[in-house]
């Protein structure tokens, strides 16, 4: 099988984006396969779930008094709408930490509005604004926690990454891992989609208390793990405990589905040019074919199946949508 995405206009295809994917059982047992489910690529910012996990099992989420609300931004992709900075703040200020302490670097906020205030108030982007700021306020707790200092925590072979990477290897059942430098500067994995999908699987498995803790936080506060219009945000909320979601660089996507009477699915997806466009119908194509929506979940999350184009007089001339061969 194979997930394609045909962009239209008006009656005719214009462009076309190429999705593999992979679901696995909590047997392992391949359930789906789109393309190549050996496919290798980035982990990206699907990823922090697993990042923020290591926090919690390591004992500094208790130690910095973080709350399911911060665990849940340290899992986002934030949109750096207020409720964002402001939680990113309240990490911050838990841990009597500076922003100069972030090693994330700065960038305006994606959410558009957030964005115009701070150009017309002529104020700059900070760290704070980073979409992966409450990933780097966990990681600054924990490097307080281990080492009673936090310059550095970004470097691979700081105590906090060797830590990350060798709980990784735990879940995954790996002895090695090769790694790239993400858009924050942190460390982050290459992987095949098979063993992204197995973790995904075993975010939701109630395997480990500490995934649990991590799966549980992001339901329970949906809106800072990316915000206004966010597919994570729309999907995580809609669901209702039943399914969490994460979208990182490049187009790559992790899904965690708890099944009925137990037991759970994890769902990798890559859009193999990066372009994030295709990504959202290309999920909620995968989960349809699954049997995962019922009709009122669709209906719920139906800006985010067949999504309009729309030009500069707002008027639609074609569709993202996706289809399954």
Do not use: W
């Amino acid at each position: 099988m194979l997930i394609n995405i045909k962009v239209t206009r008006g009656d005719y295809i214009e462009s076309a984006h190429t999705v593999y994917a992979v679901a696995v059982n909590q047997e392992g047992e391949i359930i789906f396969s789109s393309g190549d489910p050996n496919y290798y690529t980035c982990f990206r910012s699907a990823f922090k779930p697993f990042q923020a996990a290591t926090a919690i099992r390591l004992g500094a989420i208790k130690a910095a008094g973080f709350s399911k609300k911060h665990i849940a931004l340290m899992c986002a992709s934030h949109r750096g709408e207020p409720a964002h900075i402001e939680t990113a703040k309240e990490m911050m200020d838990n841990l009597n930490l500076d922003i100069d302490d972030f090693e994330c670097g700065a960038h305006y906020p994606s959410d558009q509005s957030s964005r115009q205030e701070l150009l017309q108030k002529n104020i700059p982007a900070s760290n704070l604004h980073n979409n992966c700021s409450g990933k780097h306020a966990g990681m600054l707790a924990l490097s307080k926690h281990l080492v009673g200092s936090v310059s550095g925590y970004v470097q691979k072979k700081h105590p906090v990454q060797k830590k990350i990477f060798s709980l990784l290897k735990e879940y995954a059942g790996l002895s090695k891992v090769s790694t790239g430098i993400d858009g924050c500067s942190a460390p982050t994995p290459f992987l095949n989609l098979i063993e992204i999908a197995n973790l995904y699987q075993i975010l939701g498995s109630h395997k480990y208390k500490e995934l649990s803790i991590a799966y549980d936080s992001m339901v329970e506060f949906p809106f800072l793990v990316s915000g206004t219009g966010g597919f994570d945000t729309d999907f995580i909320k809609v669901m209702n405990g039943k399914a969490v979601t994460k979208i990182g660089g490049e187009a790559i996507r992790g899904v965690s589905v708890r099944i009925p009477g137990g037991g759970s699915i994890g769902i990798a997806l890559k859009v193999l040019d990066g372009n994030f466009r295709a990504l959202s119908p290309a999920t909620m194509k995968l989960l349809d074919h699954l049997g995962f929506l019922s009709d009122s979940e669709k209906l719920s999350l139906k800006n985010h199946i067949d999504i309009p184009l729309k030009n500069h007089n707002n008027i639609i001339t074609g569709f993202i949508s996706a289809t399954i061969s």
